[in-house]
């Protein structure tokens, strides 16, 4: 089993900046790429970015591309994602999870195997 745990969630001003943090722990050296996905309500949960333990490989969604930044720690077994120019569209419950499967994708809630409880952005304008 993998434990997600998200933090560094909160309330910003639009323009504004946010760091989120996934630290993960147990059997992580079995999961093969870690993502962020968030979820507002009433809507779907989107694929917000991944990245590729190995390669530190990045995709990203086109609605994010330019103002947010995933990457990862392997020592810390840590992932991150650096949050700039927010928008009140951006305003979600964020999702760290983490995937076993041997993917170049990464992008679909399918192919993940393990989440975190999230953490709420919200975004003021």
């Known amino acids: 089993q993998v434990q997600l745990v998200e933090s560094g969630g909160g309330l910003v001003q639009a323009g504004g900046s946010l760091r989120l943090s996934c630290a993960a722990s147990?059997?992580?050296?079995?999961?093969?790429?870690m993502g962020w996905f968030r979820q507002s309500p009433g809507k779907e949960r989107e694929f917000v970015a991944a990245?590729?333990?190995?390669?530190?490989?990045?995709r990203y969604a086109d609605s994010v591309k330019g103002r947010f930044t995933i990457s990862r720690d392997a020592g810390k077994n840590t992932v991150y994602l650096q949050m700039s120019s927010l928008e009140p569209e951006d305003t979600a419950v964020y999702y760290c999870?983490?995937?076993?499967?041997?993917?170049?994708?990464?992008?679909?809630?399918?192919?993940?195997?393990?989440w975190g409880q999230g953490t709420q952005v919200t975004v003021s304008s």
């Open positions: 990245v590729w333990w190995s390669s530190s490989s990045q």
């Open positions: 999870a983490a995937t076993r499967m041997r993917t170049a994708w990464a992008t679909t809630k399918d192919e993940y195997d393990y």
């Open positions: 147990g059997r992580t050296f079995s999961t093969y790429a």
